[in-house]
């Protein structure tokens, strides 16, 4: 069940990512139409990008500053370009749900392992949180119980014990609370519930 819910999940992610991209690819073309001078500047920044890469493995750094420094120049241009026209600086970056991971759901550690992203570790917590009945907490609670449902009748031979089944609830309730109000104490007893399926 939970390599299910992390399949699904991941398709999604696959979507949102898919959906970010096309999205920055109609925004580009609409933008370029307007503004040729942007497109320019995005070719020529992916050529320095290739152009530095070569002087890399050539070690020849005279370039590379050169080079850095017209990478520096047309990226101001470009800046005032989007600047004039009211735009963010990342409008011609895809504009991802979660940045960190950039929709795919994993990301690198300092080590270079890949690891799960916080914001899927968060959609399997609200997977495993919505399938608990934890959401009906509001209105299902300590305050909320209503004791006076359980009858106050002793029957031995029902119930195998000589207490009505109101007093044995209020016992239950009370012990819960305190489980709960102790929780972090190592010598607070476990609860155990027990009973037939489908019994709450």
Do not use: W
């Not at 002087?55 to 470009?78: A, F, G, P, R, T």
């Not at 305050?143 to 029902?158: G, P, Q, R, V, Y």
């Not at 109000?181 to 190592?186: A, C, G, S, T, V």
């Amino acid at each position: 069940m939970a390599n299910e819910v992390l399949n699904s999940l991941l398709k999604e992610y696959e979507q949102k990512k898919l959906r970010a991209e096309i999205d920055l690819e109609n925004r580009k073309e609409t933008l370029y139409n307007k503004i040729p001078r942007l497109k320019q500047i995005e070719e020529n920044l992916n050529k320095y990008a290739i152009s530095t890469a070569k002087n890399i493995l050539k070690k020849d750094s005279y370039s590379i500053e050169d080079l850095k420094k017209e990478v520096n120049k047309i990226k101001k241009e470009k800046l005032e370009i989007l600047n004039e026209y009211n735009l963010p600086y990342n409008y011609l970056q895809p504009f991802y749900e979660c940045i960190v991971c950039k929709d795919t759901g994993y990301i690198m550690d300092k080590q270079y392992k890949t690891k799960m992203c916080n914001c899927l570790k968060q959609k399997l917590l609200n997977d495993a949180f919505h399938k608990s009945n934890l959401p009906n907490i509001e209105k299902e609670n300590f305050s909320t119980f209503n004791e006076n449902l359980f009858s106050d009748d002793i029957d031995l031979s029902k119930y195998k014990l000589n207490i009505s089944p109101r007093k044995n609830i209020i016992n239950i309730k009370n012990n819960a609370i305190e489980f709960v109000n102790n929780f972090d104490n190592p010598d607070q007893k476990n609860l155990l519930f027990t009973g037939n399926t489908g019994l709450r």
